[in-house]
């Protein structure tokens, strides 16, 4: 039965692979998730052939079926409830469950080990240490996600920075280190030390991620993704269970990846995002001054210099995707497309508040993967568009990022929207974006500003080139 049950995970393991592999593309994306989910499934369900619980040890089955019906179920009438704007939410509240979930595990076994009477001596040193590791990573990616979810559900402020913060998170990286070595050498475990144990790893994870700015949350979602990866696969080893180290070893290379593509995206290195505040104050003090005005626009002149272009180039945001606007945007491309002109999408890789948040809003809405370009793809072609059309974006268009070296964003790989011919800006005020640093697109001589809710502004732009 054993052997089988390698064989099913050995085969999930590939599924996952294959799944992984299809949601690189947006074309082949949800083929990948479902691939994913079954394979889950199918894990899932081999695990109620493994040994212990063929023989019935210790196991309540009850308890294992309502776990999983109840989690299943909170997570099938969630995701289906949860509006688009609140995913990143989602997304970080998974993750840290994820590493909640691994810390728990590594808690079972090390209090196990907590008195002699129930010690079990076929662990080892090795499998002791990793179930250390896989506590302490998982309970800071636990706690970090929360408040992540918390700064992204508008439930806690951008950043927190204490005084002499970086000093205490150093102080509790060596507490969680200490008690931690005690934990993974002790034979018995002392009890003591594994409370005091959690408690200062949940703590870590808590203050690591308080003085990160909102700007940065792409980037944090991502690594928190990859840590709970790690954690789940170290107590796979745990476990002796090999889907578990397949599937995390899987999640946390991917989620490593893709943390570096994020950080790249800023030009920003990991340590930067984890120890710096960049979303907290914008830098103010940093800011060279700007010249000229905002100047405004109203819908039905917009519309006229859409409607007579030969390219138009969108740059979506989370601004579009708060006023639910990409339903309206596909519309008004349509038209524009009906009238001859060339409409394109450009998005940036940390657009949103989470990794492809707006690739999956504009999917949502039908529009054609083949519109949608990344950063390097159609930076190129604003010098020979005549409209580029900012929707909810901001940080990513900011000019700033290219010539002032004081600026928190210089070096950031900007989507060029100042080099189209004209420049539209839908914003609902004039007040900075999510980071705080204000753009200086905004006062350009080619721009625009077309105020109010996204979603109303595009309807307006719709109305106009209807009139036409």
């Known amino acids: 039965m054993i052997l089988v049950i390698d064989i099913v995970y050995f085969l999930t393991a590939a599924v996952f692979i294959i799944g992984l592999k299809q949601m690189s593309s947006p074309v082949t994306a949800h083929r990948g ?33 309502v776990a999983i ?10 995701a289906k409830k949860v509006a688009m704007t609140d995913m990143p939410q989602m997304i970080a509240m998974y993750n840290g469950m994820g590493g909640g979930a691994a810390a728990a595990i590594a808690a079972v076994e090390l209090v196990k080990l907590s008195s002699p009477e129930t010690a079990n001596l ?106 709970t990866g790690l954690a789940v696969a ?22 490593t990846l893709l943390t570096q593509l994020m950080a790249k995206a800023m030009n920003r290195p990991i340590s930067n995002v984890l120890f710096s505040s960049f979303g907290s104050d914008g830098g103010a003090a940093a800011e060279e001054a700007i010249e000229g005005s905002m100047k405004e626009i109203q819908a039905n002149d917009a519309a006229i210099m859409m409607a007579y272009a030969s390219k138009v180039i969108i740059v979506p945001g989370y601004g579009m995707a708060v006023a639910q606007a990409q339903h309206k945007l596909k519309e008004m491309a349509e038209l524009l497309e009906e009238r001859g002109v060339t409409v394109k999408y450009a998005i940036h890789p940390v657009a949103g508040r989470m990794p492809g948040h707006m690739n999956v809003l504009l999917a949502e809405a039908g529009v054609d993967y083949d519109q949608i370009f990344d950063l390097d793809e159609i930076n190129a072609d604003f010098a020979t568009a005549d409209v580029a059309l900012v929707i909810g974006a901001n940080d990513v268009v900011n000019p700033v990022a290219r010539s002032n070296p004081d600026s928190p964003i210089y070096g950031m790989p900007i989507l060029n929207a100042d080099k189209a011919m004209n420049t539209i800006v839908i914003k609902r005020g004039q007040g900075s974006g999510f980071s705080g640093i204000e753009n200086h697109l905004f006062y350009a001589d080619n721009t625009r500003m077309l105020y109010g809710d996204g979603q109303k502004a595009v309807a307006g732009l719709i109305a106009g080139i209807k009139q036409l």
């Open 122 to 227: 076929d662990h080892g040193l090795v499998v002791q240490v990793l179930a250390v590791l896989g506590a302490v990573i998982g309970s800071v990616s636990f706690s970090g996600s929360a408040v992540a979810f918390a700064k992204l559900q508008g439930l806690m402020k951008k950043t927190l920075r204490l005084p002499a913060h970086q000093l205490i998170n150093i102080a509790l990286f060596i507490a969680v280190c200490v008690t931690g070595y005690w934990v993974a050498t002790g034979s018995p475990v002392s009890a003591e030390h594994l409370l005091w144990f959690f408690v200062l790893a949940v703590v870590l994870g808590v203050m690591v991620t308080l003085p990160i700015g909102g700007a940065d949350m792409p980037v944090v979602i991502s690594l928190f993704n990859a840590l």
């Open 234 to 255: 170290f107590e796979g080893f745990v476990l002796d269970n090999a889907a578990m180290i397949i599937a995390g070893t899987v999640v946390g290379s991917s989620g």
């Open 69 to 78: 019906a109840t989690g299943s179920a909170v997570a099938w009438i969630s």
């Open 33 to 65: 998730v479902v691939w994913a989910g079954i394979g889950m499934l199918v894990a899932t369900l081999a695990t109620f052939g493994a040994p212990d619980i063929e023989l019935g040890s210790n196991i309540n089955l009850w308890l294992i079926v």
